[in-house]
């Protein structure tokens, strides 16, 4: 068996090497990919942990479906929150900062959990890995989004600090629930889960350059 | 019957949900400098996720959701970011505007105050109290919040009076919401729905008049 330290180890490595060899906003990036790697190895331990003292203490019982539903995208979006939140809270940077460490964090949790996903399930059908592969990337890649326009909204207007990142935060774990619950069903559900995010972040795109081309075109 | 009648109410409630959040950002993209109707975007594209996952459970899972879920954190964050939007008005107050709502704290403090007393009523009905004690804080503020603009936008003309329609919605808002906890809490299933249903024509109403604020 794989632990998921081990995969850790080898995905951070080399990433830690580069820190000390980059600077300037690449640097940025890739040690806020760490964190989101760490964040997502640390999701496993924390999830098993919550469903296991939850079952314990008698308050819930949950199988593995139902914490994937209920229990994993709180815990997994207030993990990938946390290390965004301090960067915002302890360098006040500017606002498109606060975004590109939400993706970098977003992105890196996906990383892992692709990989996680790779080596406990198999990687025989290349179909399924591409299509998973994509999926939860473009889903945690709109969630950190979510995330780091909210708290880039309003992380600069005290009065509405707290409520705006809270909100945030509730919305992004919202949509992670939403597509956890897709993914766990089969058939029509399934192929609906994996296409929701794929959708969304073209959609997204497409808003973006159309801004950017409007930009452009006042320039 | 009662489990298809629900559904039917939260597919039309999906459907509002979503054209008010559709309504609220294309306003949003409008005026990009407007914080107030990003928010608001914010706020209703909240509200539709917890929906859409209330709905989704119903029909994968074939049960509602019971206990504390992912819908009731969406909700939680609705309620967030209709209070940031009456934290906001309320910062952008002047000095003397301030002066003006001084008189209006203390009345707007019955807003909270009738809030908890539900909060407590619902925890004696249904035995939850860490969900309820969730959901009162938020609502607790935005209740605070809201009265008091309501009160001081009448009144004083400098502050934000085209907003009043606006406010008067989010505390019609307030009471479709706490009429539904208790119709939950009673196990009044059919009422239930109905007050669901109203909450589908608020939303639209809010936008509605969001907009006519924004454009006096």
New interface residues.
């Given amino acids: 068996m794989i632990y998921p330290v081990n995969i850790f180890i080898c995905l951070a490595a080399p990433l830690v090497i580069a820190l000390f060899l980059i600077k300037g906003r690449t640097r940025r990036f890739i040690a806020f990919f760490i964190c989101g790697l760490l964040a997502c190895l640390l999701a496993g331990y924390v999830n098993a942990f919550i469903a296991g003292a939850a079952a314990k203490n008698g308050y819930?019982s949950m199988t593995t479906a139902q914490s994937m539903?209920?229990l994993t995208?709180?815990c997994e979006e207030v993990l990938k929150a946390l290390p965004v939140f301090l960067y915002a809270a302890v360098f006040r940077p500017k606002r498109s900062g606060i975004v590109t460490v939400a993706l970098a964090v977003g992105l890196g949790f996906a990383t892992m959990e692709n990989t996680s996903q790779l080596m406990n399930y198999g990687a025989s059908q290349i179909l399924f890995v591409l299509t998973r592969g994509f999926a939860s990337g473009s889903m945690h890649a709109i969630c950190a989004a979510i995330l780091g326009y909210?708290l880039a909204?309003?992380y600069k207007?005290e009065?509405?600090a707290f409520?705006?990142s809270?909100?945030?935060?509730?919305?992004a774990?919202?949509?992670?629930?939403?597509y956890n619950?897709?993914v766990?069903?089969g058939g029509f559900?399934l192929a609906a889960g994996y296409a929701l995010p794929n959708i969304m972040a073209g959609g997204i795109m497409l808003c973006i350059m159309n801004a950017e081309l409007r930009i452009k075109n006042k320039n | 019957m009662i489990e298809t009648i629900d559904l039917i109410n939260q597919f039309i409630q999906l459907a509002c949900m979503a054209a008010a959040t559709a309504l609220a950002a294309r306003r949003a993209m409008r005026n990009r400098e407007s914080w107030f109707f990003q928010l608001l975007a914010g706020a209703f594209g909240c509200y539709f996720l917890g929906d859409l996952y209330y709905t989704l459970h119903l029909l994968i899972l074939g049960d509602y959701a019971v206990g504390f879920s992912a819908a009731d954190l969406s909700y939680l964050g609705s309620y967030s970011f209709l209070l940031s939007i009456g934290l906001g008005l309320t910062g952008e107050w002047s000095n003397a505007d301030k002066r003006a709502a001084k008189q209006y704290r203390r009345a707007a403090l019955t807003a909270p105050a009738v809030i908890i007393l539900l909060h407590i009523l619902y925890v004696y009905l249904s035995g939850n109290p860490v969900n309820n004690a969730l959901f009162c804080v938020p609502l607790a503020f935005l209740a605070y919040y809201t009265l008091l603009l309501f009160l001081t936008g009448g009144k004083d003309k400098k502050n934000e009076p085209s907003l009043r329609g606006y406010h008067w919605t989010v505390l019609l808002f307030l009471f479709v919401e706490n009429m539904m906890f208790l119709t939950s809490s009673l196990g009044f299933e059919l009422l239930f729905i109905v007050f669901d249903i109203m909450m589908s024509v608020t939303v639209l109403l809010m936008v509605r008049a969001a907009g006519k604020g924004a454009a006096a």
Avoid: E, K, Y
Wanted: charged share 10%; glycine share 10%; hydrophobic share 60%.
């Fill in positions: 819930v539903v209920r995208p709180v909210g909204f309003v207007r009065r509405m409520t705006g809270f909100a945030a935060l509730c919305a774990a919202t949509f992670h629930g939403v619950m897709l766990s069903a559900w």
